[in-house]
T-cell receptor, first 112, second 114 residues
């Protein structure tokens, strides 16, 4: 079993749709939960991070962490064609020196 | 130059060649990382450096040899690679390893081993 599972997609939605991206994990010691966005031919960029459980909102993006279910989500409201990218979830244990464990990434396409 | 830069952006090398990948960060960070990104696979952490000292070697074959001469520069020396080593190699940096959840990535070097 992989430590972090993420549906690779591809996921195609119309502009304006609400997008839900998800990851499950098996390591209960994970404390930091991140979402990175990677455009084609670019490196990943940090979109959001959450420490422990709860929700975090930033503009059109909302990150949710449910540690009891070992499940994290990223919601994108009013999706735009510029949101078309691969979204990577990543996690780490506390005091693990930057050792991030990534999901496979979900490829998202938002059609105008 | 801003952020994290990597050179070259593309590299084709034979199995007997020796080449080096270069990474430079302009963010004043103290930690630097090498990752391997293969198609349809998660990013794999290869090496972590903190203040020029290697703090993590994630069971990487010896044909990959990292070097960190100072906190702004990171190299990955390659020799006698295999075709399965073809991938996108990403460099990243963070303020401190303990704050490694916020990593800034370069654009990567697309490596093809023939």
């Amino acid at each position: 079993q992989k430590e972090v599972e993420q549906d690779p997609g591809p996921l195609s939605v119309p502009e304006g749709a609400i997008v839900s991206l998800n990851c499950t994990y098996s390591n209960s010691a994970f404390q930091y939960f991140m979402w990175y966005r990677q455009y084609s031919r670019k490196g990943p960029e940090l979109l959001m991070y959450t420490y422990s459980s709860g929700n975090k909102e930033d503009g059109r993006f909302t990150a949710q962490v449910d540690k009891s279910s070992k499940y994290i989500s990223l919601f994108i409201r009013d999706s735009q064609p510029s949101d078309s990218a691969t979204y990577l979830c990543a996690m780490s244990e506390r005091n693990q020196g930057g050792k991030l464990i990534f999901g496979q990434g979900t490829e998202l396409s938002v059609k105008p | 130059e801003t952020g994290v830069t990597q050179t070259p952006r593309h590299l084709v090398m034979g199995m007997t060649n020796k080449k080096s990948l270069k990474c430079e960060q302009h963010l004043g960070h103290n930690a630097m990382y090498w990752y391997k990104q293969s198609a349809k696979k998660p990013l794999e952490l290869m090496f972590v450096y903190s203040l020029e000292e290697r703090v993590e070697n994630n069971s990487v074959p010896s044909r990959f040899s990292p070097e960190c001469p100072n906190s702004s520069h990171l190299f990955l020396h390659l020799h006698t690679l295999q075709p399965e080593d073809s991938a996108l190699y990403l460099c990243a940096s963070s303020q401190e390893p303990g704050q490694g959840y916020e990593q800034y990535f370069g654009p990567g070097t697309r490596l093809t081993v023939t």
